[in-house]
């Protein structure tokens, strides 16, 4: 039922992350059958107060996410394994460590690292738009980085701009923890990428700058940042 990616502490292995091998990364396939509803009442009393009444698909896809966060800090070795959500409902990781949690779909997972290790860790799943969607999400999400599109890279425009605004959200989920600033798609700039090599370069306003990673399996698009120290942007 659940599937192990990569951790530090074990052989590296491959993950859709691409991470390195100082994050620990845990992810589960099929939320629907791991937290099978109805959830009992026990597992809801260990949902945050302003969950309790959210959906089921919505308090599943929170304990696929925070049981992917338990398990990669077990992995990671770290003293605590509870994460807690802020008022900002951004996760709460214990003292010393930088992680990031995303989910779509049936698809969940954490990624982990040692604050001494990383500065900042940001990882984004996202299903492939649908193309009713595509031009929608373009005007959303999209500066000028529908210039960086060209058929001739084997990808449709459906994927590219799930690739754009998934890099973004990875992005976004890297710096907060360390800005605490809600970033506007506008605010972070996709400057280059290789399908292929699976990396791409992002910028913000005039603020920081830095390499990320991309892959597409299984209908999903998946991104991550890694940052060793924080970047100005010249």
């Not at 214990?94 to 500065?119: K, Q």
């Not at 960086?148 to 890099?167: K, M, P, Y």
């Not at 890694?226 to 100005?232: D, G, I, N, P, Q």
């Amino acid at each position: 039922m659940y599937r192990q990616i990569a951790c530090a502490a074990q052989p590296a292995q491959p993950s859709p992350h691409r991470l390195s091998q100082r994050v620990c990364y845990r992810s589960i396939d099929n939320i629907d059958a791991a937290f099978a509803p109805p959830l009992s009442a026990e597992t809801r009393s260990r949902l945050p107060r302003a969950l309790r009444h959210a959906t089921q698909k919505r308090q599943r896809e929170f304990l696929a996410g925070r049981w992917c966060a338990k398990q990669a800090l077990q992995g990671l070795g770290a003293g605590s394994t509870y994460v807690a959500m802020a008022e900002d409902r951004a996760p709460i990781w214990p003292d010393g460590v930088v992680g990031s949690i995303t989910h779509t779909g049936d698809f969940a997972a954490a990624a982990v690292a040692w604050a001494a290790d990383i500065a900042g860790l940001g990882i984004d799943s996202e299903r492939i738009i649908d193309p009713a969607a595509a031009g929608d999400i373009a005007d959303i999400c999209m500066v000028n980085e529908a210039t960086l599109f060209e058929a001739a890279h084997g990808r449709s425009f459906c994927e590219f701009c799930t690739f754009v605004f998934s890099a973004k959200e990875a992005v976004f989920k890297c710096l907060f923890p360390h800005t605490r600033k809600f970033l506007e798609f506008s605010d972070v700039r996709i400057t280059s990428f290789d399908w292929n090599r699976k990396y791409f370069a992002w910028t913000t306003a005039s603020e920081h700058s830095g390499m990320g990673r991309l892959s597409h399996a299984n209908g999903i698009m998946h991104t991550s940042v890694e940052l060793s120290s924080l970047v100005a942007a010249e």
